[in-house]
């Protein structure tokens, strides 16, 4: 700050005596010269005066400028300086960094939107949410269902709610509180029945107002497509219609707190399966669809293995190509992939790799102990970008483990900021707590 003040102040009587050269050398033609000598010589002396002077001036400015740069050196986040962000990184460096952070938690060093899920059956992510709040513009805990009770509709998970950590999180920070619900409602019924789709509409404002929350993540897709639903063309615009109707009722309403201006809802959206959509895939249509009546797209693009089918959680190609089917490559592709969450997940597998498949997602405490107990090494698999190792239990059984490091999450960071997005995270409680430096 002082630096910038001073040069600043420094570069201003730079210009003046610059322009007061200039004018001092106006009025001197050749034939005055001569009979002008003692005036030539005080030119000349101030011209190199005024060299002097612009010449420490460079100087100056380039030594402000590298001091400046080393300044923000520093400001890089631990993790970074300690050079921990690296393909060949070892099970001993997790082991001994896995909870050290930087000095100054608040500093953000991810400039696009942060989504956090959290879900009231880890804790661990309520305490994280707490401590990393200024790193999270949007958190979004897992409560709500919106169900059928005999011909009602009702929203359940209001217990889930805890007050006291919300108004932690509002005296904390910025983040938008948005819980999920999940659409369970028989799809067919609430489609077509204009006064349930009001009453549901209904519901949802409501514990929106009462519960002083910022919005809503919802949920539905991957359940209608369950029932058919996106098969069938008129549904499938019902079904589009009232994702728009809630958006636009949402957005109607206005609230005083955080500067915005109204409730705010993003919508939950699977990454297609194969290389070409499928019928009942959200697509680019949907998405253009929508753009408008929805705030943010939580894109799910994790889960792309399975115990049947073993291999990394989220390959970057895999995501990237998600993303350009998606928003595309022109130039609408900006404006549609600032609305993306591109999601990333801070858990893991442990797939039985022999002797029959299985195995499935671990989280942080069981990962650590993996390592304590198998010391193994990480492989880089360049193709997903992803660490995995292998080991084999007491029963002579190989494993292969796949858990998010520090380099397969910045290079997920870098594509998320290449297409303008932001990122989504299931589940922050799952994760390592350095994983929170890099953003
Ligand atoms: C990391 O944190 C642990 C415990 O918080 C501490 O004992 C250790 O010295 C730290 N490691 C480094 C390299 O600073
Ligand atoms: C931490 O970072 C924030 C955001 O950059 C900054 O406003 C704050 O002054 C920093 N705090 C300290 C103690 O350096």
Known sequence: MAAKKRSSRISSSSSSSSSRQSEAFKPSSPDSVKSQTNRHRWLITIFFIVFFIISLLIYCQRYYYTASTAVVDVEKPYVYQRGLVKVDSTYREVIDENSNVSENISRRHFGNPVLAYITPWNSKGYDLAKKFSSKITHLSPVWYELKNEGSELVLHGRHNADRGWISDIRMKGNALILPRIVLEAIPLDLLKKK???????????????????????????????????????????????????????MH????????????????????????????????????????????????????????????????????????????????????????????????????????GLGGGPIIAHEYLSLLEQHKPVFQWEENSAEHFFLYSDNQHVQHAVFYPTLMSLAMRLEEARTWGAGISIWEIGQGLEYFFDIF
């Open 252 to 355: 109607s309403v206005n609230l005083e707190r955080n500067g915005k201006t109204n409730l705010q809802l993003v919508y939950v959206i699977g990454p297609p399966r194969t290389d070409k959509l499928q019928e009942h895939d959200f697509g680019p249509e949907d998405l253009q669809a929508l753009y408008d009546a929805v705030d943010g797209f939580s894109l799910m693009t994790y889960d792309y293995s399975s115990p049947y089918n073993p291999g990394p959680n989220a390959p970057l190609k895999w995501i990237r190509s998600t993303l350009h089917l998606l928003v595309g490559a022109g130039s609408k592709s900006r404006r549609l992939g600032e609305k993306i969450f591109v999601g990333i997940n801070f858990y893991g597998n442990d797939f039985v790799m022999s002797g």
């Open 195 to 249: 006064k349930l789709r009001e009453k549901a509409i209904n519901l949802i404002i409501m514990e929106c107002k009462e519960m002083e929350y910022d919005g809503i993540v919802l949920e539905s897709w991957s359940r209608w497509m369950a029932y058919g639903i996106l098969h069938n063309s008129d549904m499938r615009n019902l079904a589009l219609q009232f994702i728009k109707q809630l958006g636009e009722a």
